[in-house]
């Protein structure tokens, strides 16, 4: 029997180093083959995450090779008003919920229109609270060591915030902006990468449940 292989429709190419050189390698001591690309439209390299340009890539994979998984990896924070389950989200106040209101509606609206590709099977969403930049805050010691910045700065940030993933999606205080003020050093796709790949996956789930959920599903489908 052959083993998982999976197709991650990502916003970025933060999102795609990322699976592509920490999360890919976790998964594939597990048997599952993760291969992340970047959401297509012509002249534009993430940064815009409209339903209407993910929908073509997701009816492409999903036809494409049917013995494969679909996956897809886009941050809240920038996500725009036609994306399914948005403006219920708003109305909630707990980020894990505003989670599954927009993974749920993502997956209710793609099984409406390509649910004869088995897509209630086939399809994982994960729309990441509030930017995928909230993992790095998995590890403060390892943050701020990378970042050549006081730990109490860091824990400042958790300790108003909760957790990683309640760091929320104001302008000013989204897990990327935090990051940038913390440190003019901070580069996404460079120590973003780095800061990740010391802090590992396995931390990352331990501090991120919702991101857990997420790898959690990946990893059964070797099951």
């Avoid at 399914?84 to 509606?105: C, L």
């Avoid at 409406?112 to 010691?141: K, N």
């Avoid at 973003?192 to 931390?203: K, L, M, N, Q, T």
Wanted: glycine fraction near 4%; include cysteine; hydrophobic fraction near 35%.
């Amino acid at each position: 029997m052959s083993k998982p292989e999976v197709v991650a429709l990502v916003e970025g190419p933060t999102e795609k180093i990322f699976i592509q050189e920490i999360l890919c390698p976790y998964l594939a001591l597990r048997e599952v083959y993760i291969t992340p690309t970047i959401l297509t439209k012509p002249g534009q390299h993430g940064g815009d995450v409209r339903f209407s340009r993910a929908r073509k890539d997701i009816e492409h994979h999903l036809k494409q090779r049917r013995w494969t998984w679909l996956t897809l990896l886009v941050d809240y924070y920038g996500i725009k008003g036609d994306w399914p389950g948005y403006e219920a989200s708003k109305h909630e106040t707990q980020h894990t919920v505003k989670a599954r209101v927009m993974n749920e509606a993502t997956q209710k609206q793609v099984n409406e229109l390509f649910g004869d590709q088995d897509s209630q099977r086939r399809f994982i969403p994960y729309v990441s609270m509030f930017e995928f930049e909230a993992l790095l805050f998995s590890d403060a010691e390892i943050l701020t060591r990378k970042l050549n910045v006081p730990k109490h700065h860091v824990d400042k940030i958790l300790s108003q915030c909760g957790e990683p993933e309640k760091i929320n999606d104001n302008p000013q205080t989204s897990p990327s902006r935090r990051l940038e003020a913390l440190s003019d050093r901070f580069k996404k796709t460079t120590t973003g990468i780095s800061i990740a790949r010391e802090i590992g996956i396995a931390r990352m789930r331990e501090s991120c449940p919702i991101f857990n959920e997420w790898v959690t599903k990946l990893e059964n489908l070797n099951c």
